[in-house]
Structure formats: structure tokens, C-alpha cells
């Protein structure tokens, strides 16, 4: 069995979803060491919370926005790739 087409917005949706999931996970992190940071006198606490919050949403929706251009971009590759080369050969069980 060969694989020849991805569908494009298929593979887009898929990776938007990792990617709000991961920039989920890394607007936490963010999140927390700023507010760290405001806890321990570096920055000003609601200045660290608020930037915190913001870097949170605003690696989320980029995490998404990036994922689905990625993900489409590469079934597009993938897909031109293919008709000019041939498939990638997979064995399913």
C-alpha cells in the first residue's frame, strides 16, 4: 500500500488542535514564571500577572494559527511531491 495524497485541511485541523494544545502548555509556563518573577520584586506583580495572561492567549491562538499553516503547507508539499515522485510505501497489519 502507498500513501499518495494527504488531505490538506485534514492534516491543518489535526495540527491546530497540537498546537493549541502545546502553546497551551507553553502560555502556562510563561504564565507562571512571570508571576514568579512579580512575586519575587523583579517586575511589578500585576504588570507580571497581566503580561503573563497575555503571553498565555497569545501563545495559544499563535500555536493554533501556526499549526494549521504548517500542517497545510506540508500536505500541499507532500502532496505535489508525490505526484512527480511516487508514494511512500506503507505496510498496514
Known sequence: MELYKIGVLSLAKNLLVLGVVFGFIYGGISFLLLLISGIAGV??????????????????????????????????????????????EIDIK
Open 43 to 88: 517586575m511589578p506583580s500585576l504588570q507580571a500577572f497581566v503580561g503573563g495572561l497575555i503571553s498565555w492567549v497569545g501563545l495559544t491562538i499563535g500555536g493554533a494559527i501556526t499549526g494549521f499553516v504548517v500542517g497545510a503547507i506540508a500536505a500541499l508539499v507532500f502532496n505535489f511531491i508525490t505526484d512527480k515522485i511516487g508514494g511512500i
